[in-house]
Structure formats: C-alpha cells, structure tokens
C-alpha cells in the first residue's frame, strides 16, 4: 500500500465507465480511496459532500465539462484546496493554457500510462499536503497576531492608565495620548512639586513596541516617585541624570527626547530644557506677548554621556498657554502621500492659537490634523499636552 493514500480520498469524474474502473483499480491497489461519478454534476454534489484530497476529472462529458466542474470548484472555498486533474486527449498548447487558466494544476493525456497516472497523484498529493500545512501555518501566524495585538492594547491601556487626568485650579492642564496600531514610546506627566512649583515634562522614545515603551515608562517612574538625585525644579539637571543613568548602549540602542519645564507660581517664571525634543509652544490668550517657540539645545537623552544641558527661562505674561507635543502628531501622511513636517505643524499650530486656548483646545487642533490629512491614520503613536499657566 502507498502510505501516502492512508487518509487520501481520490474523486474520478468520468462518463467512460470502463476507463473509470481501470482507473478506479490502479488507485485502489495502492491503498487510495477512490469515489466515482459519472458526471459534472455530480461530482459537485459529491465533492462538497466529501471534500476529496485529489479530483480526475475528464475533460470531455456530456452535460458540464470539466473546465466548468474545475471552474466551479476553484470558486469554492470548500473545493479549492483539491489539487484539480483534467485527463484529456487534447494535446495542443492553446487547450492547456485554457485549461490552466480554468483553474486545473495538472493534466494527463489518455489514454492514461498506469505509472505516470500514480506519478501525477502522488505529487498531486504532496502539494495538497504543502498546502494544508501552509493553512495551518497561516493560522497559526494569524492566532499568534491576534494575541500579539491584544497584549499590545493591554500594554497600551496600562500606558495609559499612568497619565494624569486633566486638572484645573491654578494651572489647568488637559491632555491628549493616542498610541497607533504598534505601541511606541510616548510618556508625559504634570504635578506640583510644592505649593510654587509645578512640573511638565512629554518624553518620547525611540522606534516601537514594547520595548520602546519601557524606557519611557521607567522616566515616568523615576520622576513621579521623586528618585532621581537631583533638585526637579532644575530642568538641565534633570535631564543630566536621566542622561547619564540611560545610555543608548545599555538599553538595546534606544534613546529618547524629553522636553521638560517647571512653572514657579508665585513669580510666573518657566524654566525649561529640552532634550531633541521639537519645540513647545508659549502664546497669550489675550494678546499680551507675541507667541514664542520654546526650543531648547540639547541632545537626545542615551546619544552621548558626555552631553550637556542648559536652563532657558522666562517670565509668562498675561494668559499665557503652553503647548508639548510628540513627533507623531505632526508625521502623518497627507494625501499626496508626503509626511507631514514640524515646519508645516509650527505653521499650523500658529494659525490655531485662537482655537488651542478654548476648553476643548486639542480636539479642536486634531480636528484640524483630520482635516489637513484626509483622516490618514497616525502611523506613531501622539501625546499632546495644553496648559493654561495664567
């Protein structure tokens, strides 16, 4: 018996019934199992009863041929996996490619010679077989993706629950955190230090992943549990020892960009550092100073251990808001398929201050993003913080 027959079920679709029984006892001595139909029609009925491993089917038969019963079966899902046969007697090109073009894998010219016959099966078989394993191959890939995608939304949605919510008093702040369908390395806070002081700080590291979000999320730590040894009033200080605690090669390449400011009340005084990160917006609500980009000088956060930063500050006059963002906010993909720039952002943002300063200030600035892009999904995830300072 051919062992590759023990679980091998053969449809013969033949209206010649002594061709089909010599056929029939060729397959058997081998160990197939083979059902026989006599027509087009039935072999459908037959094939979605019993999906077979292999289809012979006679190319010339009364009623439905077998380009239409091969047809037939390629269109249905059930079916397509048969690896399909036309035996026939035509031998001319043109007839081989129509046949091909119907959807057949092989052919045999009758009258058929026994051993190519067994050949044509048994390789007929193993690409039925390659591709039954490539399905489960597939669907395997496809459940190990689905749980993939579930840890990263779980990963997200704790990401997530670590940002503050929105605060009023003093200062209002209201922010915005949208990871994209791969978790990257976004993380802001905003808290008060003392009753003068107030902190704000939007990190975002490098790539994508889970393991992007870990450096972002060990700053996070770090300063809301207060650990690193130095003064948070002082932004260059802070991220001199963020920096020199994560260098790039200790942390699989990764690095990071932080803007950082730190709001004293009583004087109405923002002291900032930035580290690579784009620049923050400062405006008025009322008019009372022209709008100002708060840039920074430093290097990314893990690039060089010998990096230096510097404080920049100044005095937040009348209705003073404060815009932090993260680069996928802006990198988005227009309909041209061009990314969006920070210089066209910078623009943006200029043009919505107006907006920026209402209640629902970012929704409204999102809104706009939408509308500039087409709704083209955001390809990093974004963090956006709006804080009203006076």
Partial sequence: MDSSGASTTILLVDDDRIHSRLLQARLSAKGYRVVMVDSGEAALEQARLCPPTLILCDWLMDGMDGLEVCRACKADPSLQSAHFILLTSRSRVEDRVLGLDCGADDFLSKPVDPEELLARVRSG?????????????????????????????????????????????AVRVEARFEPSHELGGDSFDFFWLDADHFVLYLADASGHGLAAAFPSISVHNQLRSRSLPVDLRDPAAVLQSLNSGFQMERHQGRYLTIWYGVYQLSSRTLSYASAGHPPALLWSRTGAFPSLWLRGQGM????????????ESLEVGDGGCLLVYSDGLYEVP????????????????EQCRGLLSDDDGLERLLSQIHDITANAPFTDDYSAIRAILS
């Fill in 334 to 349: 227009r309909p041209d398929g061009v990314m969006g720039t920070l210089a066209e952002f910078m623009q943006l943002a």
């Fill in 125 to 169: 078989i193993r690409l039925h077989q390659a591709n039954e394993r490539l399905k489960d191959l597939a669907e395997e890939l496809r459940q190990q993706k689905a749980r993939l995608d579930q840890e990263l939304e779980e990963a997200a949605s704790y990401v997530r629950s670590l940002f503050p919510e929105a605060m009023t008093g």
């Fill in 300 to 311: 990314a956060v893990g690039l060089f251990e010998e990096s230096t930063y510097a404080n």
